[in-house]
C-alpha cells in the first residue's frame, strides 16, 4: 500500500477509513450490571467490611441498572411512556409508582416504563405487550425498566412466557447483580437477604452472576449466594407454589367445559391430569363447570369442582389422576 | 508508558473507585466484543462470553501482572470462555482469523508489551478491520486521542481538556499515539500480508 511521508495524513486517511459497526449501546447496558457486581464483590474482598460494601453495592446498583435501562429504553424506538404491560390483577395493598406520583394498583391499567411495583402484603399480576405474565408475591418491590427488562429489589415473581407473543426475545430479570433470562419457561424467582434462588418449573433458564453462567431445566433449581451459587432440585408442584395461583386473577371457569378447567389446573398447579380411562375422558368433554373458585389453590379448586361434575381424582407421583366419584381410590 | 496509566486504572478499580470501572467498561467491553464476535460469528454468544470473560477478569484483577496489556489479558481469558463454551455446547463455529495467526497476534500483543509497535495480520483489502485492530489494542488513551483529533477534528485544547491535562501533555501524547499507531498499523498490516501471499 502506498502511503504518503506524512504521517498526519496517513493517519487520518486511514482512521476515516470505514470499519466494523460500533458495539450496540444496549448489549453494553445488558453486561455491564453483572461485570459491575463481579467487580464490586472483588474490590471489596481484602476489606473487612466486605459484607457492608456488598449490601452498599447491591443497593446503587438496583438504581444503577435501573437507571441505566430506562435510558436504554429511552435510547430505542419506542416511543417514551409508551405501555409495556397491563395489570391482570392487584390486591388492594398494592403501589405502584411512576415520575414520583405513588397510587394504588389498578386492574387494567397501563403500565409505562419506569413503573415501580411495591406488592406490600397484596400480590399483583401483569401482562407485557409481548404476552409474558409475571405475577408478584407480597412484598415485593420491582421497577419495569423496558419490556425486557426488570429490576427486582426484593420479594418474588413467576414469569410465564408460554403465551408469548411475536419474536422469541427473553425477559431479564436483574436482582442483585444477576440477570436471569428465561428461555421459553415458566419460573420462579425469590430474593432474600441470604441469597437468590431461581426454581424452574418448565423450560429452561440462563442465570448469569459474577460467578459465570448456569443453566437450570424443569425441575431445577439455582441458588447464588455471596459465596457462590449452587444446583439442586427443586419440586414442580406443592404448596410453595400456591401463591402464584393466589397472585393472578382467578380463571372465569362458570359455564365453560371440563377441560378447560383440567388445562388450567395442570398449567397453574404444575402438575399433569390425566383421566384413568379414555371412556371416562369422552363422557365428560363436554362436561359443563359450575362453581367459584376464586381464592382455591389448584388443589382445592380440583376438590370443589370434581365432585360437582360426578368425578374425583388421587395423586400418584407427580401425576393427578381423575376418576369416577365412586372410585375408591379417589380422594373423599 | 501506557502499561502505567492501566496498571494505575487498575489499581484504581481494586480500591473501588467507580469511576475507573466505568473506564475499564468503556474502554474494554467494545474493544473484547469485537474481538469475540469476529470469532464466534454470533453476537448473542459474543455477548454472553464476553459477560463472563469480563467477570472472571475483573475477580481476577490482581493476577494480572502487566506484562502483557490489560487488552491481551483479557483477550487470553476470552479465548478461553470461548473454548469452554465450544465444549459445553458441542459447538464448533469459531471462525479462523488472521489475526490469530502466530505472526500477526505476536505483533498484535506486542503493541502493549514493547509500548508501540503495532501488528500484523489481515487480508490487505481489509484496511478498515486492521485499523480498527490496531485501535483496540493500543492504548485507549491512545486510541481516544486519535479519533478525537483525526475524525472529530478537535483541536489539542479540547483533547486536553477531555484527557484532564494541560495542552503541552496532550499534544505530545497524540504524537506517541501517531507513532504508535503508524507502526503498529505497518506490522500489522505487513504481517497480514506475509498470512495471505
Same mark, same amino acid.
Given at each position: 500500500m502506498n502511503r504518503p511521508d506524512d504521517s498526519d495524513a496517513m493517519v487520518r486517511g486511514l482512521l476515516r477509513q470505514p470499519r466494523p459497526a460500533a458495539v450496540d449501546a444496549a448489549r453494553a447496558a445488558r453486561v455491564r450490571p453483572a461485570v459491575h457486581a463481579a467487580w464490586k464483590e472483588a474490590a471489596g474482598g481484602t476489606r473487612h467490611w466486605k459484607r457492608a460494601i456488598a449490601l452498599a453495592a447491591a443497593a446503587v446498583l438496583v438504581f444503577a441498572i435501573g437507571l441505566m435501562l430506562v435510558n436504554r429504553l429511552r435510547e430505542q #424506538? #419506542? =416511543?417514551?411512556? #409508551? =405501555?409495556?404491560a397491563s395489570t391482570l390483577f392487584a390486591t388492594s395493598e398494592v403501589v405502584f409508582q411512576h415520575d414520583g406520583q405513588a397510587r394504588a394498583g389498578r386492574v387494567g391499567e397501563a403500565l409505562v416504563p419506569g413503573t415501580r411495583i411495591t406488592t406490600n402484603s397484596g400480590r399483583a399480576a401483569i401482562v407485557l405487550e409481548n404476552g409474558v405474565e409475571l405475577r408478584f408475591d407480597s412484598n415485593t418491590d420491582i421497577t419495569l425498566d423496558t419490556e425486557r427488562s426488570m429490576s427486582l429489589a426484593s420479594g418474588a415473581l413467576y414469569l410465564d412466557s408460554s403465551r408469548r407473543t411475536g419474536a422469541p426475545e427473553t425477559v431479564a430479570i436483574v436482582a442483585r447483580g444477576t440477570v436471569i433470562r428465561d428461555i421459553g419457561t415458566r419460573y420462579e424467582v425469590r430474593l432474600s437477604d441470604q441469597e437468590l434462588r431461581v426454581r424452574v418449573r418448565d423450560g429452561r433458564v440462563e442465570v448469569l452472576s459474577a460467578f459465570g453462567m448456569r443453566e437450570a431445566e424443569s425441575g431445577g433449581q439455582l441458588s447464588v449466594t455471596s459465596s457462590g451459587i449452587r444446583s439442586g432440585r427443586a419440586s414442580i408442584s406443592g404448596a410453595d407454589w400456591d401463591w402464584i395461583v393466589r397472585a393472578t386473577r382467578p380463571p372465569q371457569l362458570e359455564g365453560r367445559p371440563l377441560p378447560e378447567f383440567l388445562a388450567w389446573a395442570e398449567r397453574e398447579g404444575g402438575r399433569p391430569i390425566r383421566f384413568a380411562d379414555p371412556a371416562l375422558e369422552r363422557a365428560n368433554t363436554a362436561t359443563i363447570v359450575y362453581g367459584a373458585i376464586e381464592r382455591l389453590t389448584v388443589e382445592e379448586a380440583l376438590d370443589v369442582v370434581l365432585p360437582s361434575c360426578g368425578l374425583a381424582r388421587f395423586t400418584d407421583g407427580d401425576v393427578i389422576t381423575i376418576v369416577a366419584a365412586d372410585d375408591p381410590r379417589g380422594v373423599k | 508508558m501506557h502499561n502505567g496509566s492501566e496498571r494505575e486504572l487498575v489499581r484504581r478499580m481494586l480500591d473501588g473507585d467507580e469511576n475507573a470501572f466505568d473506564e475499564f467498561f468503556a474502554d474494554y467491553f467494545p474493544r473484547l466484543f469485537r474481538f469475540a464476535v469476529l470469532r464466534l460469528r454470533d453476537q448473542d454468544a459474543a455477548e454472553d462470553l464476553v459477560q463472563i470473560s469480563l467477570i472472571a477478569g475483573v475477580r481476577n484483577l490482581r493476577s494480572w501482572r502487566g506484562e502483557a496489556t490489560l487488552f491481551t489479558w483479557l483477550c487470553t481469558i476470552c479465548r478461553r470462555e470461548i473454548a469452554a463454551w465450544e465444549k459445553r455446547t458441542s459447538r464448533r463455529i469459531t471462525v479462523s482469523l488472521a489475526e490469530d495467526d502466530p505472526g500477526i497476534r505476536a505483533a498484535l500483543e506486542s503493541i502493549g508489551a514493547a509500548a508501540e509497535a503495532p501488528d500484523a495480520g489481515l487480508a490487505r483489502a481489509d484496511t478498515g478491520r486492521i485499523v480498527q485492530l490496531v485501535l483496540d489494542h493500543l492504548p485507549p488513551r491512545y486510541s481516544r486521542a486519535l479519533e478525537w483529533k483525526y475524525l472529530e477534528d478537535l483541536s489539542v485544547d479540547d483533547i486536553a481538556a477531555r484527557l484532564q491535562c494541560t495542552p503541552k501533555a496532550a499534544e505530545s501524547l497524540l504524537t506517541r499515539a501517531r507513532d504508535a499507531f503508524r507502526d503498529a498499523f505497518a506490522a500489522v498490516e505487513s504481517a497480514a500480508n506475509e498470512v495471505t501471499s
Open positions: #424506538a #419506542a =416511543p417514551v411512556g #409508551a =405501555p409495556l | -
